[in-house]
Nanobody
Framework: QVQLVESGGGLVQAGGSLRLSCAASGLTFSRYAMAWFRQAPGKEREFVASIRWRGLTTYYSDSAKGRFTISRDNAKNTVYLQIESLKPEDTAVYYC??????????????????WGQGTQVTVSS
């Protein structure tokens, strides 16, 4: 059974930074692409970034480009999301997910599975 556990969220002031972590178990982590999504209050869950299994190819949403960096450590079964220059509009619950095999690696929620419980990021102005 795949389990994903996110951590690293918190309350930060605008302009600050955070590194989110997602620890995976129950799968051969190094074989799968991983993604981060986020969901703000009253909004749909949206794609933030993804990274292919070797960590050499990454994808970002337009809103994430330039301030967000996704990375992974296959030896630790962990994927990270570094967020710089945080803005109040980054306030959301951040989730990681595993690629759903044969569905492609894209920005649609349906292409990802085994969601974690999320970690709350709150940015104060």
């Amino acid at each position: 059974q795949v389990q994903l556990v996110e951590s690293g969220g918190g309350l930060v002031q605008a302009g600050g930074s955070l590194r989110l972590s997602c620890a995976a178990s129950g799968l051969t982590f190094s074989r799968y692409a991983m993604a981060w999504f986020r969901q703000a209050p009253g909004k749909e869950r949206e794609f933030v970034a993804s990274i292919r299994w070797r960590g050499l190819t990454t994808y970002y949403s337009d809103s994430a480009k330039g301030r967000f960096t996704i990375s992974r450590d296959n030896a630790k079964n962990t994927v990270y999301l570094q967020i710089e220059s945080l803005k109040p509009e980054d306030t959301a619950v951040y989730y990681c997910a595993v690629e759903r095999e044969a569905y492609g690696v894209g920005s649609s929620r349906s292409q990802w599975t085994s969601w974690g419980q999320g970690t709350q990021v709150t940015v104060s102005s």
